[in-house]
């Protein structure tokens, strides 16, 4: 399974990013896939996921402002960031898990930096 993320960049307080993830190479019974964060200051929390049957949920920090949606074939999912703050600065990572070998297997993409300038 391969994972490519996308969209990351530099944004000033209030603005808008979109991040893309297109997962390649899948084998296997998709289970959920998602977007992680990790700053210099924190380890790497999750911010959105979203199910093979489409349920989403989100960090308390980004509810309201950050909505994870997904194509239908579920090949790529989509984080649409907006009103945007400094606190969001991270390298954002995309995360699937699928089920396959009799087991779940986690899988990462390269990460994509999202800078917000105050």
């Known amino acids: 399974v391969q994972l490519q993320a996308s969209g990351g960049g530099s944004v000033r307080h209030g603005g808008s990013l979109r991040l893309s993830c297109a997962a390649s190479?899948?084998?296997?019974?998709?289970?959920?896939m998602g977007w992680y964060r990790q700053s210099q200051e924190k380890q790497r929390e999750v911010v959105a996921t979203?199910?093979?049957?489409?349920?989403?949920a989100y960090a308390d920090s980004v509810k309201g402002r950050f909505t994870i949606s997904r194509d239908n074939a579920m090949n790529t999912i989509y984080l649409q960031m907006n009103s945007l703050e400094p606190e969001d600065t991270a390298v954002y990572y995309c995360?699937?898990?699928?089920?396959?070998?009799?087991?779940?297997?986690?899988?990462w993409g390269q990460g994509t930096l999202v800078t917000v300038s105050s």
């Open positions: 190479r899948y084998i296997g019974r998709l289970i959920i």
């Open positions: 995360y699937a898990a699928y089920y396959y070998a009799d087991a779940v297997n986690d899988h």
């Open positions: 979203i199910t093979a049957s489409g349920i989403t």
